[in-house]
């Protein structure tokens, strides 16, 4: 029994896991993720595989906005970069194992390129220059035809990896979640190291990071460089998932989505980034859901279901802004802490 | 838990005994996207001729059951959609509607053998070599273009060459006949002088009509659907231009004169499926499904396009189901079975054959008229080889 966390080392403060129960508890949790697979019909596969890339890319902007304090609204962008990176590569016969890491990078190349006004400017004036970035990206894929198939599109193979095919969702989630988790990993443990250290004193008072020695504008690039590899890899994956990419797939609502996902998550926080990204992906598919089975009685509810949509993602970012302002990530932690130290909880 | 567990159960057993007679139809329409101005029409058109069906036999008794969805004119979506459809829901095949969706999916319904019936008429879908499991029911946008250049050169009476003029979406829909068109106005003395890009949704259409204007042409045609094409009408007939307007299969029918008043008059377009009421054998089961449930309701040329569909399909659904190969190739086959296919005059009568999925060369042009549309030709465009998949 528990009443506390008590930590006698700065080792044991650094941990990633605070007690030892909670290592066993997330090896379960991994156990009981990939049994999904085996239970879940192919729509839920759809569903979890999207909401796997989702934290992807919701970590890479935490890692960007959450934590460096850099605000981006050029996440679509960096998205498509990735994506078509890898359409590109793939219709050139190019596998998996180097096209998706070939996109990360491509894009980290890109999204350092539109990180240099970071040296100049900050917050909203920061934010419209990465919406520049969001317009470029969007007008090259609709005009650019000879590589990005213009505005209808281009298809991508499947991916394979040794001569096996990952061609539809089920096997697709083998793919896609292990490189979240590994991707989870590293962000987790990138704010361990100097680094991360760097990030988050930027955050906090970018004068005095640079007075106590932080290279800000480097670092600053950066986490650019960073942040848009995780967005890179989400738009890989997303091209292999939704076998066609096109413009579409990238309107700045994505970007807006994603800033959604880690304010209702937790900014600056790696579990944040999860929990968000999970919870925007599930709400239109509940919402589509629930319209669905009413529409039996209400024919006319599936028009409202785009509308709805959006009112309700607009209404669940302005409740956790005033009522939860620390996020998903935040509530958890009291929900974790109040099961851990049950009954003393004070 | 358990009690969810053995709710799912129940479920299932009960949707896997329904699933006996039943034959599941996917339906990806556009109800609240760019396209939703003719789409939503063209869906009910589709609903309504399943509950016809299934009030009448059904398909060889089964029951059909429409398993639809709003994809709001998004690829993205629709891709979503057709996941869900053909993954958990097991549809033996789809209703689409979009040229830009049902093209980017062409690859992956040869590959999962789901004949994919579109409310798209782009050429690119009637090569059987590239897209063998996409059909739709009406001349290709790209025979409606030529023949609408076609009736330009008739109508025309100078000496020159006439100057024509195209506007188009910057999306698949849009651009589908525009190469088709560039070639046959070579081909045939017609100069195109300018070609006008629009946005998805646009209230203002003048910077483009003034340019058009500059270039001098004669005829401009129109691709884009119904709302755009009025909003283009009206700002024309402010700039006082004397140009003559046709338009395109999804931007001419009863709502034109309705939306855009005397600026419609004269305007020029391809009707694929009669207007709603006209006095054909084929329209009597549309007017009385009407009347008995939803007299108030207004109808249109797209709703009937809707049961034209379902007719097509509920066909070759019977054929399949009549040979016992009740899967999408027996349907892909079933359908390349039709050979001119009498629609009751609704529509011309169509054929699909194992090498060309061309289901009609017959292009009706229809002519604003004091407000009302009225057949003014008719062109039977030739079946050439090189114009197959273009």
Redesign the interface.
Known sequence: MLCGEFHTTYASDMGIFDTRRARWVLIAFIVALFSIPFVA???W??VANRAAIAVIAATGLNILTGFTGQISLGNAAFLAVGAYTTAFLSSHGMPFLVACPASGIATALAGMVFGIPSLRLKGLYLAMATLAAHFIVEFTA?HWDAVTGG???I?TASPRIFGYDFSD?RRLFFLIVPACILHLYFAKNLFRTRVGKAFVAIRDQDISAEVMGVEVFRFKVLAFGVSSFYVGVAGSLLAYQ???I?P??FPLSVAIDHLGMIIIGGLGSVVGSILGAIFLTLLPEVLRLATSALSGGFPHL??L???LKLAVFGLTIVLFLVFEPDGLADLWRRIRNWFRLYPFSY | MKLIRSALLILCVAASAQAQQEIKVGGIFD??GITSDVGKPYAQGVRDGVAWTNENGGINGKKIRLVD??Y?Y???EA??AY??MT??EKVIMINGWGT?DT???K??VNQDKIPYVSASFSAHLTDPTKTPYNFFVGPSYSDGLRAWLKWVKEDWKEKRNPKVAFFYG???YG?SPIEAGRRFCKENGIDLVDEEIVPGAFQDATSQLLNMKQRGADYAYINVTTTGVSTILRDAKKLGLATKFGSNPYGFGEALPQVAKEAAEGVTGIMVDVPFGENVPGMKRLTDFHKKNHPNDTHDTFYVRGWTYVMVWSEALKRADKSGKLTGEGVKAALETLKDFDLGGLTTPVTYTSSDHRPTTTVRIYQIKSGKLTKAKEYEMERKQEWLGL
Do not use: H, M
């Open positions: 019909g192919s729509y596969l759809d609709s505005v209808a599109g298809s969702d939704a076998r066609i096109s579409e797939n599936v028009q279901f785009t509308p | 109800l609240t969805v709003d709001g998004k690829i993205p891709v979503a996941k869900r993954g958990d830009g093209e980017g999916l690859a992956q910057d999306n698949p651009k």
